[in-house]
């Protein structure tokens, strides 16, 4: 279950979650984000595969920042962007 940090932050362990309910539970939880809030995800292997599917569903909605990087455990910051702001990928954005 989401476990507030902040005002700003929510962290979800999901090592302990079985596979089949993660993913669900993690874009219900950054669903419910808003602008400028986080999700802190804490995993057991490298989440590629959400960022991935998070880009194909909304496509620069979120800023993506590895806090932690394996080989046991990998954190990741996942942060809604404000309403119109552009993650720099698109239309020659650098």
Not at 12 to 31: K, N, Q
Request: aromatic share 6%; net charge negative; charged share 15%.
């Amino acid at each position: 279950m989401p476990n507030p940090m902040s005002a700003n932050t929510t962290t979800i362990d999901v090592r302990s979650i079985a596979p089949r309910e993660r993913h669900p539970l993690i874009f219900s939880t950054l669903g419910g984000l808003l602008p400028g809030a986080a999700l802190e995800l804490v995993n057991d292997h490298d989440p590629q595969p959400l960022y991935h599917q998070l880009q194909a569903q909304a496509p620069g909605s979120f800023a993506w920042a590895y806090l932690e990087s394996g080989p046991d455990t990998w954190r990741v910051q996942i942060t809604r962007r404000e309403a119109g702001a552009c993650c720099g990928g698109c239309c020659g954005g650098r």
